[in-house]
């Protein structure tokens, strides 16, 4: 996956000022702030809409695609409901020199902790205080996808503490997350959880509306995700047996697509779409 693109592959539409009818009939559900934004109300993607992954890079949508996910370096695209993606848990390659260095988590010898498979740092959430200020950055994105037009956010790397030495807890990535729910809710964003199904029981306390599901089908995590969420799941599979099986028990119920691993954008090298 191109180093400004930091999905994990392991478990991995406020609506646009233009939609159809049909589109946004689909969209018409509001969910009410769950961790302690003000009472306000946010769209969510329609269920079993037509769903695109382009965080590798932006392009033209397909034909029947509803839901599109982008990198919040792109513009949503007109008429869909479009999700706005962020790594708000790790950094991103290349960008270190923009993060305080105490806010890089480091071992007991002072080493950065890194995610070996993408080159990325991970984020020390350990303290109240520290979740503030990473949260203080990340919401600067999150205005940012509000800005543009998109209408939900999906922040990548929950499973951060998997990669952490063993000092993140899930306690302290449910926290963190709480504090980027409020704020995208104030701005008038639905927020996804990505992945981590082992904290799909906390996910009205972490503020959380649907979710976007990598590889569930490969890890069969489909249903976990499906009951959670009632169904408001986009799933991205990278493999064969993966999105056979996706499509096979929930393609009639689940957005599913299938993607390159490199998640490349249309015309690419690599370049792989497929769905149910």
Same mark, same amino acid.
């Given at each position: 996956?191109?180093? =400004?693109?930091?999905?994990?592959?392991?478990?991995?539409?406020?609506?646009?000022?233009?939609?159809?009818?049909? #589109?946004?009939?689909?969209?018409?559900?509001?969910?009410?702030?769950?961790? !302690?934004?003000?009472?306000?109300?946010?769209?969510?993607?329609?269920?079993? *809409?037509?769903?695109?992954?382009?965080?590798?890079?932006?392009?033209?949508?397909?034909?029947?695609?509803?839901?599109?996910?982008?990198?919040?370096?792109?513009?949503?695209?007109? *008429?869909?409901?479009?999700?706005?993606?962020?790594?708000?848990?790790?950094?991103?390659?290349?960008?270190?020199?923009?993060?305080?260095?105490?806010?890089?988590?480091?071992?007991?010898? !002072?080493?950065?902790?890194?995610?070996?498979?993408?080159?990325?740092?991970?984020?020390?959430?350990?303290?109240?205080?520290?979740?503030?200020?990473?949260?203080?950055?990340?919401?600067?994105?999150?205005?940012?996808?509000?800005?543009?037009?998109?209408? #939900?956010?999906?922040?990548?790397?929950?499973? =951060?503490?998997?990669?952490?030495?063993?000092?993140?807890?899930?306690?302290?990535?449910?926290?963190?997350?709480?504090?980027?729910?409020?704020?995208?809710?104030?701005?008038?964003?639905?927020?996804?959880?990505?992945?981590?199904?082992?904290?799909?029981?906390?996910?009205?306390?972490?503020?959380?509306?649907? #979710?976007?599901?990598?590889?569930?089908?490969?890890?069969?995590?489909? !249903?976990?995700?499906?009951?959670?969420?009632?169904?408001?799941?986009? $799933?991205?599979?990278?493999?064969?047996?993966?999105?056979?099986?996706?499509?096979?028990?929930?393609?009639?119920?689940?957005? $599913?697509?299938?993607?390159?691993?490199?998640?490349?954008?249309?015309? #690419?090298? !690599?370049?792989?779409?497929?769905?149910?």
């Amino acid at each position: 996956m191109p180093a =400004s693109h930091a999905a994990r592959l392991r478990r991995r539409w406020a609506l646009a000022s233009v939609v159809t009818a049909a #589109a946004a009939a689909a969209a018409a559900v509001t969910v009410s702030m769950s961790s !302690g934004a003000s009472a306000s109300e946010v769209a969510l993607p329609p269920v079993h *809409g037509g769903f695109d992954y382009q965080i590798g890079g932006a392009y033209t949508p397909p034909e029947g695609v509803d839901i599109v996910s982008r990198d919040r370096g792109d513009s949503p695209a007109d *008429g869909l409901y479009n999700i706005c993606y962020v790594n708000a848990f790790q950094v991103q390659p290349g960008e270190r020199d923009q993060w305080p260095d105490d806010l890089l988590l480091r071992d007991g010898n !002072g080493d950065l902790v890194i995610d070996t498979k993408w080159k990325e740092p991970l984020l020390d959430l350990r303290t109240g205080e520290k979740r503030e200020r990473v949260a203080d950055k990340v919401d600067g994105w999150i205005d940012g996808c509000a800005a543009k037009g998109f209408d #939900a956010v999906e922040p990548d790397n929950y499973d =951060s503490y998997e990669r952490s030495k063993k000092l993140l807890t899930t306690a302290h990535a449910k926290a963190f997350m709480a504090l980027l729910s409020e704020h995208a809710h104030a701005q008038g964003l639905a927020i996804a959880q990505k992945n981590t199904a082992e904290l799909l029981p906390d996910r009205e306390a972490a503020g959380l509306d649907f #979710a976007v599901a990598e590889e569930c089908g490969e890890y069969d995590e489909c !249903g976990e995700f499906a009951e959670a969420y009632d169904d408001r799941v986009v $799933v991205v599979e990278y493999g064969d047996e993966g999105f056979a099986k996706a499509c096979e028990g929930w393609g009639d119920r689940l957005s $599913v697509v299938r993607r390159d691993e490199g998640v490349s954008p249309a015309g #690419a090298e !690599g370049y792989a779409r497929e769905t149910c």
